[in-house]
């Protein structure tokens, strides 16, 4: 089985700063690789699809990036409204998520 | 506008039995691939189970295998899991998400939770 792993865990970042988090999958998955966001109580929210392609009404400052078993999620300028947990996933039949990771106020 | 509803959680002792149901509206559900996801208290989403447009393949954790059955109703635009021989845990909140491009999950529920205990 292909496993996901998210780091950090966790992040304390400021309003408009530029936050990455990695994914990395222990087989080479392709761009098949999709980042979702997730506030407290709510469904998950996809943001990013095929490793790079952005959701349809996802701001602009979301952005991914990888190929094969490393990928990068960026928020390139915070704001108040993306403090969430983030989560990675291997996008297809059998997908598996990443452990997230928590972006918290500095 | 598309919405995605559960229902049929609740609180069920260890080996019991429930049926949740997700009911779709605001696109062709019947053109859709759906999933089952869950996410334990305080922790991350774990996939269950997924289904086809027809219902003819079905796939599912490893975990669930054998106890869980996925099925859909097209003529109602409903997603079910059938959750027999339940534990402890799997206690969690139970989404249904449509699957979307390059086997994304653009669409989600608000879920419903399970809980099971004695």
Not at chain 1, 8 to 21: L, M
Not at chain 2, 53 to 58: A, E, K, P
Not at chain 2, 68 to 89: A, G
Request: positive net charge; glycine residues 10%; charged residues 15%.
């Amino acid at each position: 089985d292909i496993q996901m792993t998210q780091s950090p865990s966790s992040v304390s970042a400021s309003v408009g700063d530029r936050v990455t988090i990695t994914c990395r999958a222990s087989q080479d998955i392709d761009n098949w690789l999709a980042w979702y966001q997730q506030k407290p109580g709510k469904a998950p929210k996809l943001l990013i699809y095929a490793a790079s392609r952005l959701q349809s009404g996802v701001p602009s400052r979301f952005s991914g990036s990888g190929s094969g078993t490393d990928f990068t999620l960026t928020i390139s300028s915070l704001q108040p409204e993306d403090f969430a947990t983030y989560y990675c996933q291997q996008a297809n039949s059998f997908p598996r998520f990443g452990g997230g990771t928590k972006v918290e106020i500095k | 506008e598309v919405q995605l509803v559960e229902s049929g959680g609740g609180l069920v002792q260890p080996g019991g039995s429930l049926r949740l149901s997700c009911g779709v509206s605001g696109f062709t559900f019947s053109s859709s691939w759906m999933f089952w996801v869950r996410q334990a208290p305080g922790q991350g989403l774990f996939w269950v189970s997924r289904i086809n447009i027809d219902g003819s393949s079905t796939g599912y954790a490893d975990s669930v295998r054998g106890r869980f059955t996925i099925s859909r109703d097209n003529s109602k635009n409903t997603l079910y899991l059938h959750m027999n021989s339940l534990r402890v845990e799997d206690t969690a909140m139970y989404y249904c998400a449509r699957v979307g491009s390059s086997w994304s999950n653009d669409y989600w529920g608000q879920g419903t939770l399970v809980t099971v205990s004695s």
